[in-house]
C-alpha cells in the first residue's frame, strides 16, 4: 500500500539500480508515490482527489514548481524517480478534486524523506546521462523490435513517428509492457546507450515466443471453426 511505504519512510532501489553520482546541489521537492515509473517528456494525466495532495497541487501552482514522482511497491519507495511539471489543469470540480496533466522532467535520487508538511517531501540530487550516447542504428534497431513487441501483444498498431537522432528509450519504455523493477532499472541508468542495449535485448529475450505464439495462432485460424 502507498499509505504503508510512506508511514515506514523505507527506501529501496530496484533491481540492479546502481547509487546515483551528486551532480547538482541538494534541494527539497514535494514527493508524490504513485504505483508507477514516470519517465522524462512522458505525459501523466493525474485525478487529483485526496486532501494532501490537493494541497500539493496547490502550493506547485501557487510557486510554480514540479513535484517528484516516486514508485511505491509493497517493499517501500524506489529511491529514483523523476519530477513532473504541471503543463495544465484539465477540469476543477466542486469539491477540490482537479485532473491535471503532468509531464515527466528531470531524474533525482531521494537522499532524506520529510514528513513534516501534510504531504511527503524529499531532499533529492539531481542526475542526467553520462557518457556516450546510443548509436543511430542502436535506435533503430530497438525502435524496430519495440513496436513488434507491442504488435504481437496486441497493444499500439501505428508506428508514430520518433526522431532517430535523439535518444528513443525512455519514450519506448514508457509504452512497453515492461514491471516496475524493469522500469526503476531503466530510470536509474546514466547511459542512454546502456539504456537502449538493456530495451534490446528485453525485446530480443521475448520475441522468439511472441512469434511462436502468432505463427500457432495463425495456423490455427486456418483449420475451421465451430459452428
Known amino acids: 500500500m502507498i ?4 508511514k515506514t519512510s523505507t527506501l529501496t532501489r530496484g533491481r540492479g539500480a546502481p547509487k546515483a553520482r551528486i551532480i547538482t546541489s541538494r534541494m527539497k521537492i514535494p514527493l508524490f508515490p504513485l504505483e508507477v515509473v514516470l519517465f522524462p517528456e512522458a505525459a501523466l494525466p493525474l485525478h487529483i482527489f485526496e486532501d494532501r495532495y490537493k494541497e500539493m497541487v496547490s502550493v ?6 514540479g513535484f517528484g514522482v516516486v514508485c511505491a511497491q509493497r517493499e517501500g519507495l524506489a529511491v529514483v524517480g523523476c519530477t513532473a511539471e504541471i503543463v495544465r489543469i484539465l477540469e ?17 535520487e531521494i537522499e532524506n524523506l520529510d514528513n513534516s508538511r501534510n504531504f511527503l517531501q524529499a531532499e533529492v540530487d539531481f542526475f542526467s ?25 496486441g497493444g499500439e498498431k501505428a ?25 526503476i532499472e531503466l530510470l536509474a541508468m546514466r547511459s542512454d546507450a546502456e539504456r537502449t542495449e538493456r530495451l534490446i535485448a528485453l525485446y ?7 512469434r511462436r505464439g502468432a505463427q500457432a495462432s495463425s495456423v490455427a485460424g486456418r483449420n475451421g471453426h465451430i459452428m
Open 129 to 153: 546521462d553520462e557518457g556516450v550516447p546510443a548509436t543511430r542504428a542502436m535506435r533503430e534497431q530497438c525502435t524496430a523490435l519495440h513496436f513488434e513487441v507491442l504488435e504481437l501483444t
Open 159 to 183: 508506428h508514430r513517428a520518433f526522431d532517430l537522432d535523439e535518444p528513443v528509450a525512455f519514450r519506448l519504455a514508457w509504452a512497453s509492457p515492461t514491471d516496475l523493477s524493469f522500469r
Open 92 to 108: 476543477q470540480y466542486p469539491d477540490g478534486r482537479l485532473d491535471i496533466l503532468c509531464q515527466g522532467a528531470n531524474r533525482f
Open 60 to 65: 506547485c501552482l501557487a510557486e510554480k514548481i
Open 204 to 210: 530480443s529475450a521475448m520475441l522468439p515466443k511472441l
Open 3 to 6: 499509505a504503508d511505504a510512506i
